[in-house]
């Protein structure tokens, strides 16, 4: 460990910009690298720092209270907190950051770790329906689990990503009747492709979900009371609900950017491989920073593609990189190259990915039998290995780093691992990505700072 | 509300199912399926004990416990 550099190390004021996993983690980790200098969180919610996967899992069926998911802290972070209170601005020049209640912090160095929201549903008077529910945060899923408890006639689930397979896993658990609508042909076809999506609508129908892909709600409809009752699908179908879940994506708090001069936008914060953020001209700066949900980084490993990565373990990996570079001089500073990795776990089975799978043109299920949900997929890219996911065979997944990581041959050719008999290398199919599905998580967002890769608008007349 | 003095973290994805948590604290950790764990990440103070051991029995040390206040 070195020692936190000069003057800055010792009495240097930190301001961290979003107070969950990531500016937690980033936190702790100035202190771990021996920052003794003054340091500030600053967050929207009014709670301390709460791990937010267990809220559409073990907090929704009741397993865990809402407030039990605090995230634990190192003894000795020694930070002040300014909680409940958002950033609205960013001033460069002065280099301090303006928080709602009208303060401001100045700062040496800054950390933006807003992270993202849940997208809501596009029509405002629909969306202010009773029960129709975003979940994101804690105070979602008390709400949540309030119109769960209240017995719905059934709950409807608008989009089949992660966090949407997630709920209508919880909700059968607790013995709801739920629809889930998905606009693309299968659940979680914008992260794992349609060939996998297959095996988790496999999955969804035994579990009792009443599984609607390919078609989008166009409409809610609420009683005299303003509390949703009737969802329209644009096949014609009329539901009869009393919940709608609207699982739709993230979108990334960026908004208090807006005029600050750096590269932010809908997209992310911009950031070089070392957590830098660019400012709007794509000019380095030496004292912002931005890790987790909301950064968006060229990825040595993929092209030097600029990802966004909505996953835990890229909060806690990027803000310690983050954290690292704040303090020390270029000669030491760190690449940021983590693998993507995630988790999910949904109707008994555990779903796990490393890499990129929306790179991957196709797919071979290498071990394992999709049949059982039991199997490790692989994806290739123009002839190497950029994924793999697997279903209930997680330990397998360390090995896969490696391939990835080697950018290994595509399709495989493994003489170590037992290979189901008949291989076939199918179309991972993806859906175009011009159209709005689920949450991707691993979003591609080009090759400069201002570049995109696509953009993602919500089609029109409410439509998904 | 009940007082939380512990605090639990596990690494998912380091998490390959072992299952030795569930065995020696089974009231805070649970398995769904072969693979998928379930914990409550807040458990009463009584817990401690086998959560800790559980943390420790960890094969692949993916569980993080803290005690606020307190050294774990």
Known sequence: MSPANGAFGANG??????????????????????????????????????????????????????????????????????????AVGLDLAGKRVRLAD????????VLIATGTRARPWPNPAEAALDGVIT????????????????????????????????????CRGLGL????????????????????????A????????????GVSVTSLEGDDAGHVRRAHL???TTLEIDVAVVALGAQRNTEWLRNSGLGAGPRGVACDAGC???????????DVFAAGD??????????FEFLALEHWSNAIEQAEVAAHNMLHAESERRPYIHIPTFWSFQFGVSIKSVGVPPLGEQVVIVQGSPDERRFVALYGRRGRTVAAVTFDQGKWLEFYVDQIERAAPFPPQYRNVAQPEARQVLQAEFPDPALPTEAPMIVRTGHSPTERAWTLMPAGGGRR | MKLMTMRILVDLNRCQGYGQCVFLAPSVFELHGEEALMYDPGPEEEQLIPVVRAAAACPVQAIRVERPGKQA
């Open chain 1, 13 to 86: 004021h930190v301001v961290i910009v979003g107070a969950s996993l990531a500016g937690l983690r980033a936190a702790e980790a100035l202190r771990e690298e021996g920052f003794r200098g003054r340091l500030t969180l600053v967050g929207d919610e009014p709670y301390e720092p709460y791990d937010r996967p267990p809220l559409s899992k073990q907090v929704l069926t009741g397993r865990a209270a809402p407030e039990s998911t605090a995230l634990p802290q190192a003894s000795g972070l020694d930070a002040e907190w300014r909680l409940g209170t958002p």
């Open chain 1, 102 to 109: 009208g303060d401001e912090l100045g700062f040496d160095r």
């Open chain 1, 135 to 170: 979940l994101r945060g804690r105070d979602d899923t008390v709400r949540l689990r309030r119109d769960l408890a209240a017995g719905p006639r059934r709950v409807l689930v608008i989009g089949a990503g992660f966090t949407g397979s997630e709920i209508a896993s919880a």
């Open chain 1, 177 to 200: 009747p739920v629809t889930v609508t998905e606009r693309a042909a299968t659940p979680l076809a914008g992260a794992l492709g349609g060939t996998i999506g297959a095996v988790a």
């Open chain 1, 202 to 213: 496999r999955l969804q129908l035994e579990y009792g979900v009443d599984l609607r892909s």
């Open chain 1, 234 to 236: 644009d096949d014609g």
């Open chain 1, 276 to 286: 830098r953020v660019f400012d709007m001209y794509g000019i380095v700066t030496d």
């Open chain 1, 294 to 303: 909301v950064a968006r980084s060229p990825h040595p490993l993929f092209g």
